[in-house]
């Protein structure tokens, strides 16, 4: 553990248990949020090459145009 971590759980512990267990909860809801988004980039990598392809072929095929960042603001 981190020294930093270690110092983040010291404070943590000098909550109430009501707000410990409001910590804890979102601690826990954002390292399932990090695995799963994890795993979803990991296996989108084969999806993210065709549509990669797919745009780099209507570019080459004159189907795009410029975007203007002055008109969209």
Not at 49 to 73: F, P, R, V
Request: with cysteine.
């Amino acid at each position: 553990m981190t020294t930093r971590l270690a110092q983040a759980w010291i404070e943590a512990s000098k909550l109430s248990p009501k707000e410990q267990d409001a910590l804890a909860d979102w601690v826990l809801a954002e390292l399932c949020s990090e695995k799963k988004w994890d795993r979803l980039f990991a296996n989108s990598q084969k999806k993210l090459s065709k549509l990669a392809s797919e745009a780099i072929d209507e570019y080459h095929s004159g189907q795009t145009q410029q975007l203007n960042l002055e008109e969209t603001q």
